[in-house]
């Protein structure tokens, strides 16, 4: 049975799309990272361009406070402690009955984000969108990207400031099989090229200790989408190669030139294809903790130690904080539910006030980052 397109009349007008382009979209496949502030607009934005699978992955329920930027929950979500992932393909169902939405509630994690990867109907999503809230994660996703030759739209967003990026990986070299991207000249740097290793956990702000702007959620996640629909219907030379930073509330906005960072370094990731943390060598780890309520999560640092004096200065906004050279003790207040948050110099934390590994990982990627 042929799919009537004539909801994307609109969009079928563009340069660059047409019949032919949509239908690309139709077949297409996305794999979205986190359904949270960015997660939510890039899952209703491709739906409603029709780009025909979703695949929506995230650990976390809805709270009262997502309301203020999360767009595709509402008061009824959060009553009924709907999983992200659910509630959104609930709405995406209501949105455009054409798309097919796979919903995943977990942590993605070294353990099962190429399968995560694999989930299309044809063997591999086509492009991997970024909705998440840690570095670990993106370097994670960066991995599987380069060892799958998938395309990967880097964003974020945090207080007033937002970037996003598009990454078109390289083949290793020697590899006979190019791309579409690498045949039209377009492959660009990884995110590893750029940033070579993830900053220590605390040295970043968190929408949870530095607050968000709606707006410029949805200006990072509407230009990962535009990124996304070039790649998905075949426009490669009208990517940007160019990674974007603005700050809306100061009328900032600049475009750095990446291109060559790929020429001049000599990147792990996608020059030498060592995926350090799609191999769990670089991820974190957790562990419950018999009889204490408590989970344990252990970062694999590259020797820096955290300063608590600056993660003591966000935390004191959440409730009463105790530090000392050896550690910092913070007692949080989460959606209602208590937890006492303790951090070890080295990175490890003890999460108490759970016994669920993804509660405590989501509880430390809002007030530690990382």
Partial sequence: MSLDLSRYHRQMLLPGFGEEGQKKLLEASALVVGC?????????MLARAGVGHLVIVDRDFIEVTNLQRQILFDEDDVRDGVPKAIAA???????????????????????????????????????????????ETRFLVNDVAVKHRVPYVYGGAVGTVGMSYAILPHSLPGNADETPWELAGKATPCLRCIFEQAPPPGMNPTCD??????????????????????????????????????????????QFKVARAYDAGDCRCCKHHEFEFLTGKFGSSTTTLCGRNAVQLTHKQNGDKLDFNQIADRLRAHGSVTANKFMLRADITDNGEQFELTLFTDGRAIVK??????????IYAKYVGG
């Fill in 36 to 44: 949270g502030a960015l997660g939510t607009v890039i899952a209703n």
């Fill in 89 to 135: 393909k609930n709405k995406i169902a209501r949105i455009n009955s054409q798309v097919k939405v796979d919903a995943v509630v977990d942590d993605v994690n070294h353990t099962n984000i190429e399968k995560l990867v694999s989930m299309s109907d044809t063997g591999t999503v086509d492009i991997i969108l970024d909705g998440v809230d840690n570095f």
């Fill in 209 to 254: 200790t530095a607050g968000v702007l709606g707006p410029v959620v949805s200006l990072v996640s509407n230009w990962q989408v535009t990124e996304a629909l070039k790649i998905l219907t075949g426009n490669y030379d009208v990517v940007s190669p160019t990674m974007l930073s603005m700050d809306v509330w100061s009328n900032r906005l600049h």
């Fill in 353 to 362: 006030g759970t016994k669920e590994a993804n509660k405590a990982r989501s």
